[in-house]
């Protein structure tokens, strides 16, 4: 007698509703930035109540494109620098800076690529940049040496 837990149709199935997951969610996080991000305009009498042109909307599409394909690697690579850090914090013996240091590379950066990525208003960083460490960089203020009296 055999068990069998998941059959090929059932995988099917269970594989169609994870891709159309997948679809759905990268729609949701694709559209939403976008109409978070504009601003309210009054439309100017020339244009159409609903604003933009030709060009922002190809704009719009070439960007949305682009995401298509950006994202999946960027996803990719940071949650494998996600593991890598982990596995540097385990191996290290909890050092924090070293995982921090993998992480910030990997996890921080650019993750939907805008009209202002493509027209080179903002920078497309695949790579994460941290902040500046004020706390552990600031320098504390010299204090003069004590003197000994002349004699």
């Known amino acids: ?66 995401t298509l394909l950006y994202l999946p690697l960027k996803a990719a690579f940071a949650i494998g620098g996600g593991v890598v850090g982990g596995l540097a914090y385990a191996f290290s013996g909890g050092n924090e800076t070293a995982a921090k240091s993998i992480w910030t590379t990997s996890m921080y950066g650019t993750y939907i690529i805008t009209p202002d990525h493509l027209r080179g208003d903002r920078p497309i960083r695949f790579l994460g940049v941290s902040e500046p460490d004020t706390s552990a960089t600031a320098i504390a203020p010299l204090e003069p040496a004590p003197t000994e009296p002349v004699r």
């Open 1 to 66: 007698m055999k068990l069998h837990l998941l059959t090929s149709t059932g995988f099917a199935a269970a594989s169609r509703l994870v891709a159309i997951s997948l679809v759905v969610a990268l729609c949701t996080v694709l559209t939403g930035p976008s109409a978070w991000s504009q601003e309210p305009v009054a439309p100017a009498s020339s244009d159409s109540a609903e604003g933009g042109s030709a060009s922002s909307a190809g704009m719009g599409a070439a960007a949305g494109l682009s």
